[in-house]
């Protein structure tokens, strides 16, 4: 089991940049696939990034690739969402979820969820 905690929203800019983390416990993060995903109002649920347990596969929602970079650090037991350029439709809370030895950019799929943190861009 893993429990998440978000940190690193807030208010920005039109162009300008946040880096999200997302803080772990348990004994074996690297196990674990973390997606980040997001919810404006009104809408659902929808799939900004994914990052494999080693690191080394990563996924990007179309209108986010190019300016958002989904990183980890095991030893820490943290992963990052580094996201630049923004935009405001990229307002909504920002959710990381983790899901046991697979691979997803469903939230259904994902079992474990932080609290969600608020990015707010403005124009």
């Known amino acids: 089991q893993v429990q998440l905690v978000e940190s690193g929203g807030g208010l920005v800019q039109a162009g300008g940049s946040l880096r999200l983390s997302c803080a772990a416990s348990?004994?074996?993060?690297?196990?674990?696939?973390v997606g980040w995903f997001r919810q404006a109002p009104g809408k659902e649920r929808e799939f900004v990034a994914a990052?494999?347990?080693?690191?080394?596969?990563?996924a990007y929602e179309d209108s986010v690739k190019g300016r958002f970079t989904i990183s980890r650090d095991n030893a820490k037991k943290t992963v990052y969402l580094q996201m630049n350029s923004l935009k405001p439709e990229d307002t909504a809370v920002y959710y990381c979820?983790?899901?046991?030895?697979?691979?997803?950019?469903?939230?259904?799929?994902?079992?474990?969820w932080g609290q969600g943190t608020q990015v707010t861009v403005s124009s």
């Open positions: 348990g004994r074996t993060f690297g196990t674990y696939t």
């Open positions: 979820a983790a899901l046991y030895l697979g691979w997803s950019q469903e939230p259904n799929s994902y079992a474990y």
């Open positions: 990052i494999s347990g080693n690191g080394g596969v990563t």
